[in-house]
């Protein structure tokens, strides 16, 4: 649905860019843009703000790098800046351009990553249904196969990750898990590529996953927070993708 | 220090913007290009990209709005795209603007700040030094003064979690935490404002952080995460800011 040109007001001080962007936030805020919405033309959009279009074009390319909007090119009925439905990608390419400035360390992702998913790993203890235990152990049984590849094996083992935050009903913890991975994830197919032999290797992760679930299983979120604990830094250490793990 | 123009190629492709953001990384990743480094000039930079100068400037602003680079106006020698040396506001951004979309609930920034929080009260229990008890001391003791502004008063208590943070020794989740209550410091301020005698709620807050404080000072980490974890779900309960807190 486009959204009527009478919300918008023209924009009147310098730094155009940063007030389409408060605009455009103000608008999501009063949720008279909401998700899904189609904004004006580009055309439209720049003359209801009173600005120019390279103005507003630079505004919206911001948009679409933080994840918040979509852009369908061609030209049809469905092309245009879409507000997106689900968090995109920002985050991770946040992310990965402060590690790749060094602003975060290797130990500091491992550190964060315990800390959602120990968190994570209890509450999912309290709360998973049988509809949950069973999607988990859907997944580790895919991972048993013994032909897998090690592409396939990092899907299915961050697959699992994410789905116990998902577990744990709460949507940004799952979707900044989910981003850490992202971000380091050719850092970790690297990582199982030095291992002298990643299939002994996989046989550790899939015991230490098992023990995981049966935690999950069996309602305890004291052993579920300790073994996602040890299961994280213990991969950091045998892959020595980190040096060092912190608590 | 301003790069070599070596060390750029003309992109080739459309989405002219995104080619340019990786190049940038890619000077990033690669140690080329430095926190602290000044860009080539708009003009040399499009010409050695081979890129228009409206195409660089859309991805300048991307880089800017993700806190990667700080855009100096005027036009003398410190002047121009500088790459920052720590993690600017790119995650404070697009965190409001998720959710100003509801990508996000209040409950969900809730269990997100309990996780972070909890593991960094544990860490900092094991961690901190006679520095960190003092510094974090002398926050708790202006926070006493009896004639204190809300406004102040939730800068000093912003100021004391995030040290926290920082003594648990992992710029990742100390960045995270502190974005996550920097997009939420309007709603705190306006939770604070609702209570009928916020001077009441802040002698409770003032006693949580001294037990808090004492839990880290006698290097009892699972004190200190649990004690964390209750003062953030107890002012949550208390203002009313969400409904229901998760774990």
Chains 1, 2 share one sequence.
Not at 130 to 159: C, G, K, V, Y
């Amino acid at each position: 649905m486009a959204v009527s040109g009478a919300a918008w007001e023209p924009v009147q001080r310098s730094r155009t860019h940063e007030l389409v962007m408060s605009q455009i936030e103000s608008q999501l805020l009063s949720g008279r843009l909401k998700p899904g919405d189609t904004l004006p033309s580009e055309r439209e959009l720049a003359s209801l703000l009173g600005v120019s279009r390279s103005s507003l074009r630079e505004s919206l390319r911001v948009l679409e790098a933080l994840g918040i909007i979509e852009i369908r090119l061609g030209g049809g009925p469905d092309s245009g800046a879409v507000v997106r439905n689900e968090p995109g990608f920002g985050f991770v390419r946040l992310l990965q351009l402060e590690l790749a400035m060094g602003h975060f360390s290797d130990d500091d992702v491992l550190g964060t990553r315990i800390a959602l998913e120990e968190w994570s790993g209890a509450n999912a203890a309290t709360l998973a249904t049988s509809d949950d235990h069973a999607e988990l152990t859907a997944i580790l049984d895919r991972m048993d196969d013994p032909l897998i590849s090690t592409f396939e094996f990092n899907q299915l083992d961050t697959a699992f990750h994410v789905r116990i935050a998902e577990t744990a009903g709460n949507a940004l913890t799952a979707h900044l898990m989910g981003s850490l991975r992202l971000a380091i994830r050719q850092q970790m197919i690297d990582a199982y590529a030095r291992l002298a032999d990643w299939r002994a290797t996989a046989v550790t992760v899939r015991s230490e996953h098992r023990a995981i679930l049966a935690a999950i299983v069996d309602q305890q979120p004291d052993l579920s927070r300790k073994l996602i604990r040890e299961h994280i830094r213990s991969f950091y250490i045998r892959t020595e993708a980190g040096q060092q793990a912190t608590e």
